[in-house]
T-cell receptor
Framework: DADVTQTPRNRITKTGKRIMLECSQTKGHDRMYWYRQDPGLGLRLIYYSFDVKDINKGEISDGYSVSRQAQAKFSLSLESAIPNQTALYFC??????????FGPGTRLTVL | GDSVTQMEGPVTLSEEACLTINCTYTATGYPSLFWYVQYPGEGLQLLLKATKADDKGSNKGFEATYRKETTSFHLEKGSVQVSDSAVYFCALRSPSGGYQKVTFGTGTKLQVIP
């Protein structure tokens, strides 16, 4: 079984809809991250969390919110989706080393 | 701020050709440097890393040397295979500040043809 899982893997939605992307991990890591990937821009950090009570904004947090329900679960929400939020979204975790472990990604399309 | 610059892709090579993907960085202090690989339809996974100057990271026939004097961490492989086709990301983790942020390059797509 994969160590970092994301649901859904693909989602098509309409402008103005609320969307939640979910991430679960079995690696026992405290640190979790949400990134978005756009062609030509690489990965950009949306939010990160170092433990259940710690939530921090990344470089592009506007229009997004997160919830850390447990050590193993970190959800990303788009309260009112807009077309320029169409992207590939990745969840990642890290432990005491500086290596990040990524989920398989969620491809989100906002029409 | 920290930044990573890597060569534009896509890079197309024939099987068994030599590969070099250039990566240079700007950072304060002494960052850790990484190469991540993203195979089609998958998330990124760590390929190799180096944590101090002159360290060489290696894995699966790939290697990269941390060159502080040229602020570079070029990825090399002597003989590529079709299975190496993927997108390669150079990244750094800066030790400065309270949050040790990871900064990624824009990625270089490699296509290896038989």
């Amino acid at each position: 079984d994969a160590d970092v899982t994301q649901t859904p893997r693909n989602r098509i939605t309409k402008t103005g809809k609320r969307i939640m992307l979910e991430c679960s991990q079995t690696k026992g890591h405290d640190r979790m991250y949400w990134y978005r990937q756009d062609p030509g821009l690489g990965l950009r950090l949306i939010y990160y969390s170092f433990d259940v009570k710690d939530i921090n904004k990344g470089e592009i947090s506007d229009g997004y919110s997160v919830s850390r329900q447990a050590q193993a679960k970190f959800s990303l929400s788009l309260e009112s989706a807009i077309p320029n939020q169409t992207a590939l979204y990745f969840c990642a975790t890290s432990g005491i080393t500086d290596t990040q472990y990524f989920g398989p990604g969620t491809r989100l399309t906002v029409l | 701020g920290d930044s990573v610059t890597q060569m534009e892709g896509p890079v197309t090579l024939s099987e068994e050709a030599c590969l070099t993907i250039n990566c240079t960085y700007t950072a304060t202090g002494y960052p850790s440097l990484f190469w991540y690989v993203q195979y089609p339809g998958e998330g990124l996974q760590l390929l190799l890393k180096a944590t101090k100057a002159d360290d060489k990271g290696s894995n699966k026939g790939f290697e990269a040397t941390y060159r502080k004097e040229t602020t570079s961490f070029h990825l090399e492989k002597g003989s590529v295979q079709v299975s190496d086709s993927a997108v390669y990301f150079c990244a750094l983790r800066s030790p400065s500040g309270g949050y040790q942020k990871v900064t990624f390059g824009t990625g270089t797509k490699l296509q290896v043809i038989p």
